[in-house]
Structure formats: C-alpha cells, structure tokens
T-cell receptor, first 118, second 115 residues
Framework: DAGVTQSPTHLIKTRGQQVTLRCSPK?????VSWYQQALGQGPQFIFQ???????QRGNFPDRFSGHQFPNYSSELNVNALLLGDSALYLC?????????????????FGDGTRLSIL | AQTVTQSQPEMSVQEAETVTLSCTYD???????LFWYKQPPSRQMILVIR??????QNATENRFSVNFQKAAKSFSLKISDSQLGDAAMYFC????????????FGKGTRLHILP
C-alpha cells in the first residue's frame, strides 16, 4: 500500500519563476494538506484541499495556489518565486470519515520536495 | 490562535538511557489532538504518538510515552531505552477537532543519541 508520494524530490529555480509541486495521497485518503518547512523550523500550514476545493488556508500570500484532482491528487503552485520561498514542502493526506468533520485519524506525510531558489 | 512551544532546541542522551522532551501549547478549545512527530534526515514526518485531549490516560507506544497535563497545557514525550535510530528532530503538534484541520507544529527539538 503506497503511502503519500511527492514529486519532484528536489527542485532548483530562480527568483521570479513559477513552480508546481505534486502530491499523491495515501490510498483511501481524500484530503490533502500542504506545509512549508523552512530550514530549522517546524512545518507551517499552507492550505488544505477536500472535494477539489480549498477548505482552509494558512497565512500565505496569493502567490501560493493549489488544485485537487478527482483522483484526490494535488498540486501546489507558487508564482513569482522569492528567495524566502526556499524550503521543504510537505504534503500530508488524511480521510474525512464524516464529510465536513475532522477525523481522529492522523495525517500521513510524504518525504517532501526540497525547493531551492537562487 | 493556537500555539505550540518547544523550549529545548537540542538535547542529548546516552544510548539505553531515558530522555524527556518538553512541549507546551496554548488553546481555548476543550477538545483537541496532540501529536509527537519524528523527522529523521530522510525528511519524512513520522507519527510517534498521539493523545486525544478528552482521554485522561497518557498514551504509550512501546518505548514512547507521554505525560499529558491538560490544565497546565503540557505534553511531554518520554523515550525509554534510547536507541541510535531515535536520533532525529522531534516536533510537538496540535490539531483542532473542528473543521479547521490544520496541524500546528512547534519549532522542534533535535535529539542526539550518544553511543
């Protein structure tokens, strides 16, 4: 049973460029959350997708956007990259046992995408 | 807003000894979930143990146990019989039971295991 998979593993971009990161949730999971983890810090919540809609959003600018597909996989897009966007981007999946409520089942994390901005 | 504080940036413990990592949090909610995650150099965030706030009994998973003090908003992790493979970053995390399903992480504690 495949867990959460993220691609690519590493990515190098320059300032001003745009990037797309991808995530496939664990089998049976329908909810995807994205986190940004700067070096030496804990992960910070970016947003969450359920039923192909953004359900919750953290304190991130509109340059950060996402999408969820009918197969529950998700993309994170970042436009106009800044040096400060360099970080590990983690995807986590979970299941909403009762739609619209938080399950007590834990979120499962992928290995992350390391994004470096030059 | 909820916050999670880990006051120990780094800790070291001798192999086979016991170590306790501290965590405090702030919330106005009465029901919530608390977690300890382990992040080795491989980067994957691995769930170590979880605690539901409405449960008075402290959670235990093999060598890992927690001391959950709800009134004090404290949630420490005890690792017994420390092993070299326990070396990693440990993150304390809070999750609301409401529709806001985000996890709030502390800044982490780097644990070193001394052979």
């Amino acid at each position: 049973d495949a867990g959460v998979t993220q691609s690519p593993t590493h990515l190098i971009k320059t300032r001003g460029q745009q990037v797309t990161l991808r995530c496939s949730p664990k089998s049976g999971h329908d909810t995807v959350s994205w986190y940004q983890q700067a070096l030496g810090q804990g992960p910070q919540f970016i947003f969450q997708y359920y039923e192909e809609e953004e359900r919750q959003r953290g304190n991130f600018p509109d340059r950060f956007s996402g999408h969820q597909f009918p197969n529950y996989s998700s993309e994170l897009n970042v436009n106009a990259l800044l040096l400060g966007d360099s970080a590990l981007y983690l995807c986590a999946s979970s299941v909403q046992v009762i739609p619209g409520t938080v399950s007590n089942q834990p979120q499962h994390f992928g290995d992350g995408t390391r994004l470096s901005i030059l | 807003a909820q916050t999670v504080t880990q006051s120990q940036p780094e800790m070291s413990v001798q192999e086979a000894e016991t170590v306790t990592l501290s965590c405090t949090y702030d919330t106005s909610e009465s029901d919530y979930y608390l977690f300890w995650y382990k992040q080795p150099p491989s980067r994957q965030m691995i769930l170590v143990i979880r605690q539901e706030a409405y449960k008075q009994q402290n959670a235990t998973e093999n060598r890992f146990s927690v001391n959950f003090q709800k009134a004090a908003k404290s949630f420490s992790l005890k690792i017994s019989d420390s092993q070299l493979g326990d070396a990693a970053m440990y993150f304390c995390a809070y999750r609301s039971p409401n529709r806001d399903d985000k996890i709030i992480f502390g800044k982490g504690t780097r644990l070193h295991i001394l052979p």
